[in-house]
C-alpha cells in the first residue's frame, strides 16, 4: 500500500468475510428444509432464511467492492482519501443497515420482491450511505493527480449501480410493473454495471500482478465493457418474455442475451492472456489465481450456465425452476464472490506487510472452496434438469416432483461441505495476516 | 489494431445506443401492458391482494409469473388448477390439508384477507403470458407408453 489512508479497506474486508460465513449458515437451513429437515420452520421459516441468505450476498459484496474502491481509487488518483472519518462512518451505517434487515426478516418486516426486501425506511438509509461512499471516492479522484481508465471505470460502474437502485423504490399497483422495473436493478446489476466494477479491479489487478503494461490491460478493458452493454442492456429482455409484456421481447432478448457469454468469454481470456503474456511471475501466487480464476469460472457460471437457459425456447421450460438456482450460484460465485476473494488476497499483504501468501492455506482455499462450488452447481442442475423434465414437461404434481429430487440436496449439502472447508480456510488465513499496520506504506511502490 | 481511443468510442458508442433502444422498447411496454393484463380489472380487491403477498414475501417460498424461490409451487394459474373453493379451505390451514409435507405459514388470515389474496392470484391467472406455463409437452408420450 502506498497511502495510509488505504488502510480502511480492511473494515470492509472483514465485514464481508464475516457475512459471507452468516450466508453460508442460512444456506444450509434451506439446504437441509429441501431435503426435508425443516425444523427451524418456526423460528426462520424457508422465505426468511431465503432472504436473509440473498441479502446477505448482496451486501458482502457491496462491502467487498467499496473496501477494494477505498484500495483502488487512492492509489490510481496517486493522492490519501479526501475524508477517512466519512469512510468509517459510511461503514458504520452499512453495518447498521445490514443487521437491522437481517434481523427484520426474521420478524415479518420486508417489502416481498426478491433480492429487494430491504424494507423501504432503510432502503433511504441505503441512499445516503452510498452517497456518502460515492462523494468520498469521487472527491478523491477529481483531485488526484491522474485520471486512469481503472479508476474510472470502477467509479462509473459504481455510480450507475447507485443509480438504478433507485427504480427498485418505486411502487406500483400492478405486478408486471413491480417486476418489470426489478429487474433494472437486478439484471442491470449483475449483466450490466456490476461488470464494469468486476472488470476494472481485474484490471488494477493485472497491472500489479503481471506487469503488462497498463495501456495494453485498459484498451482490452473498453472492449470487455463495450462488449456488456452492447449485450447486457437489451439482454434485460430475457427476464420480459413471461410477465405480461410485449412477445417482440422473446426475440430481443433471447438474441441480445445470447451474446452476453462474449464479455463474460472476455474476462476469462483477459485473464489468461494478460499473465501469460507479462512474463512476470508475482510473489503473491495465490492473489494471480483468483483474479484468472475468476475470469474463467464467471464465463461458466455466467457465459455458460446463463447461455443454457436463457433462449425462450428452453427457458419457458426451466423458468422459475431450480435451474436458475444452479445458474445462480455459479454465476454469483464465478464473477462476483471470486473477484471480492481476488482483491482481499491481494490487498491483505499490502495492507499488514505480512506476507502469508505461500503455503498450503491459501492454495487449499482456493482449490477446495471452488470444487465445492463446482460441486454445489452440479447437484442443483442434477435437482434442476429432473424437476424440469417431470414437472414442467411431464407435468407432475410440484410435491410429487421435490420428494423425487431431494436425494439431490443430499449431495448438495456434501458439497457445500467441501465448500465451506474452503471458506473456512481462507478465513484461517485472513485472521493469520492481523490487521494493517503503518510500517507497511511503501510510498514509492509500484504504480 | 485497435487503439485505446477506438476501444473507448465503441463502449460508449452502443452504451448511448442501446441505452436508447432499451428505453425506447419500455415506453412501448409501458402502452401494451395494460391490455395485455387487464389493467381494468385490477381492483381494489386485487391490489389488497397484492399488498398481502408482498407484505408476508410469500415469493420467498413460491415463485409468481415464474420469479421467485423454488421451495413451494408456482402459482401463475393456481386458481384455474384447484378451484377457490380448494383455496379458500387450504389457505384456512395449510398445514391441515396435507399434514406432514413440505410446510407453508401459518398465517391465520381472515375471509376477506383470504378473498383478497385469491382475487389477486385470478387477476395474475389473466394475464397474458405469452404462454408461461407450457403445457407439458411430454405427457402425452408418457401416457401413451404406460398405457
Ligand atoms: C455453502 C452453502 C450454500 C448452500 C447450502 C446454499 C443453498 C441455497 C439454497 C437451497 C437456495 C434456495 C433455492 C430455493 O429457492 O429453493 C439458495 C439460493 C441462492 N444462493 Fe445459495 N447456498 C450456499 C452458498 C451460496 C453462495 C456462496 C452463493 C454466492 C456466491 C450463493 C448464492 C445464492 C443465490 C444467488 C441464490 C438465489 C438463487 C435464485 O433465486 O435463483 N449461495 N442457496
Ligand atoms: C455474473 C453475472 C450473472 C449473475 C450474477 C447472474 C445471476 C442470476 C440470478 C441470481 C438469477 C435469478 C434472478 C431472479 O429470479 O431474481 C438469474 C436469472 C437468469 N439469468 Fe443470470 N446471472 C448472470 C449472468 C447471466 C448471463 C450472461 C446470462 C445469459 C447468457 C444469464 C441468463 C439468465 C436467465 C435466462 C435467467 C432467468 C432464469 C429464469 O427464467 O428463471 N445470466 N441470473
Ligand atoms: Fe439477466
Known amino acids: 500500500m502506498r497511502y495510509r489512508s488505504q488502510k480502511v479497506a480492511y473494515l470492509f474486508f472483514a465485514t464481508s468475510i464475516l457475512l459471507l460465513s452468516l450466508q453460508i449458515l442460512y444456506g444450509f437451513i434451506m439446504g437441509f428444509a429441501h431435503v426435508g429437515y425443516d425444523n427451524l420452520h418456526e423460528v426462520v421459516p424457508f422465505n426468511a432464511a431465503r432472504a436473509t441468505h440473498t441479502n446477505l450476498l448482496v451486501v458482502w459484496l457491496l462491502s467487498g467492492f467499496m473496501g477494494s474502491a477505498y484500495y483502488i481509487i487512492p492509489e490510481e488518483a496517486e493522492r490519501e482519501l479526501v475524508s477517512v472519518p466519512a469512510a468509517i462512518v459510511q461503514w458504520a451505517s452499512l453495518v447498521v443497515v445490514s443487521v437491522t434487515a437481517v434481523i427484520g ?8 420482491r426478491k433480492f429487494l426486501e430491504i424494507p423501504r425506511p432503510l432502503d433511504y438509509l441505503v441512499v445516503v450511505n452510498v452517497l456518502l461512499f460515492i462523494g468520498n471516492i469521487g472527491l478523491t479522484a477529481w483531485k488526484g493527480r491522474r485520471f486512469t481508465t481503472t479508476g474510472m471505470v470502477l467509479i462509473a460502474g459504481l455510480t450507475s449501480a447507485a443509480l438504478l437502485y433507485l427504480p427498485g423504490m418505486i411502487t406500483f399497483d400492478s405486478q408486471v410493473y413491480d417486476s418489470y422495473f426489478r429487474w433494472w436493478v437486478v439484471h ?61 421481447w422473446k426475440m430481443i432478448g433471447g438474441v441480445f442475451s445470447g451474446l452476453e457469454p462474449l464479455a463474460f468469454l472476455g474476462m476469462a481470456l483477459y485473464g489468461v492472456t494478460m499473465s501469460r503474456r507479462g512474463g512476470k511471475r508475482p510473489e503473491n501466487r495465490i492473489a494471480l489465481a483468483w483474479t484468472v480464476g475468476c475470469g474463467v469460472m464467471s464465463f461458466v457460471g455466467a457465459g455458460f450456465l446463463g447461455f443454457a437457459h436463457t433462449l425462450p425456447q428452453v427457458n419457458i421450460y426451466t ?3 431450480l435451474v436458475t438456482a444452479m445458474h445462480g450460484h455459479l454465476a454469483f460465485w464465478g464473477a462476483y464472490a471470486m473477484v471480492v ?24 482455499a482456493f482449490w477446495t472452496s471452488n470444487i465445492g462450488m463446482v460441486g454445489m452447481t452440479g447437484a442443483f442442475a442434477v435437482a434442476g434438469i429432473t424437476q424440469v423434465y417431470l414437472e414442467r414437461k411431464m407435468g407432475l404434481d410440484f410435491l410429487a416432483v421435490q420428494e423425487a429430487i431431494s436425494v439431490h440436496f443430499i449431495g448438495l449439502i456434501l458439497a457445500a461441505c467441501l465448500f465451506t472447508v474452503g471458506i473456512g480456510l481462507y478465513i484461517w488465513n485472513f485472521i493469520q495476516y492481523g490487521l494493517p499496520k503503518d510500517e507497511a506504506i511503501q510510498p514509492g511502490g509500484s504504480a | 489494431m485497435l487503439s485505446k481511443s477506438q476501444a473507448r468510442n465503441f463502449f460508449l458508442g452502443f452504451t448511448v445506443l442501446f441505452s436508447g433502444t432499451f428505453l425506447a422498447l419500455t415506453v412501448d411496454s409501458i402502452r401494451q401492458v395494460p391490455a395485455r393484463s387487464h389493467e381494468d380489472q385490477m381492483t381494489a380487491q ?60 401459518q398465517y391465520n388470515f ?38
Open chain 2, 46 to 105: 386485487v391490489v389488497a391482494g397484492k399488498e398481502i403477498w408482498e407484505t408476508n414475501n410469500c415469493m420467498g417460498c413460491h415463485t409468481l409469473l415464474g420469479e421467485g424461490a423454488y421451495y413451494a409451487p408456482e402459482l401463475t394459474k393456481v386458481v384455474e388448477r384447484r378451484g377457490e373453493g380448494y383455496l379458500k379451505m387450504f389457505l384456512r390451514d395449510p398445514q391441515a390439508m396435507y399434514p406432514g409435507r413440505r410446510k407453508m405459514v
Open chain 1, 319 to 321: 423458468h422459475g425452476t
Open chain 2, 110 to 147: 381472515t375471509p376477506e384477507q383470504i378473498d383478497e389474496v385469491i382475487a389477486f392470484l385470478t387477476w395474475i391467472g389473466k394475464i397474458d403470458t405469452n404462454g408461461f406455463p407450457a403445457a407439458p409437452d411430454l405427457a402425452p408420450l408418457a401416457g401413451a407408453s404406460t398405457k
Open chain 1, 105 to 112: 426478516f426474521h420478524f415479518n418486516w420486508w417489502e416481498g
Open chain 1, 341 to 364: 476473494l481476488a482483491m482481499i488476497s491481494f490487498a491483505m499483504p499490502e495492507l499488514t506487510g505480512r506476507k502469508l501468501y505461500a503455503g498450503w492455506v491459501p492454495e487449499w
Open chain 1, 188 to 248: 442491470l446489476w449483475v449483466e450490466g454495471v456490476w461488470e464494469l466494477i468486476m472488470g476494472s479491479i481485474l484490471s488494477f489487478l493485472l497491472i500489479k500482478l503481471t506487469g503488462v503494461d497498463r495501456e495494453v490491460i485498459e484498451k482490452w478493458l473498453y472492449v470487455i465493457v463495450g462488449l456488456t452493454f452492447l449485450s447486457g442492456i437489451l439482454g434485460t429482455g430475457h427476464h420480459y418474455y413471461w410477465i405480461g409484456t410485449p412477445g417482440y
